[in-house]
């Protein structure tokens, strides 16, 4: 069965920053792409950071230069590494896979594995 587990999320103040991991198991050998994705109270779910079996990125406009993603060597750990936090950037964060590569990989549908998230909260 297939899991992803997120973790490091938590209270920060704004400017501050967090890693957040997602280690998957039970996956497919032939996933093509994990990404991030948030949703905050009342809005609707965002991507946030995507990469594909061989490295290329891809940012929503609002993270980029202060978000970033990467995988262990091994690929058995993604990470998000967020600096210079905002209020905004307040949400519940997932990490998801999927076997295709989405050809547009901040769309949420094209992911199949889910994980159950982890919170950010910015706040002074």
């Known amino acids: 069965q297939a899991h992803l587990v997120e973790s490091g999320g938590g209270s920060v103040q704004p400017g501050g920053s967090l890693r957040l991991s997602c280690v998957p198991s039970?996956?497919?050998?032939?996933?093509?792409?994990m990404g991030w994705f948030r949703q905050a109270p009342g809005k609707e779910r965002e991507g946030v950071a995507a990469?594909?079996?061989?490295?290329?990125?891809t940012y929503a406009d609002s993270v980029k230069g202060r978000l970033t993603i990467s995988q262990d060597n091994a690929k058995t750990t993604l990470y998000l590494q967020m600096n210079s936090l905002k209020a905004e950037d307040t949400a519940m964060y997932y990490c998801?896979?999927?076997?295709?590569?989405?050809?547009?990989?901040?769309?949420?549908?094209?992911?199949?594995?889910w994980g159950r998230g982890t919170q950010v909260t910015v706040s002074s």
């Open positions: 990469i594909d079996s061989v490295g290329n990125t």
């Open positions: 998801a896979a999927s076997v295709p590569r989405p050809i547009k990989p901040l769309e949420g549908r094209l992911y199949r594995y």
């Open positions: 039970g996956l497919p050998a032939d996933i093509n792409c």
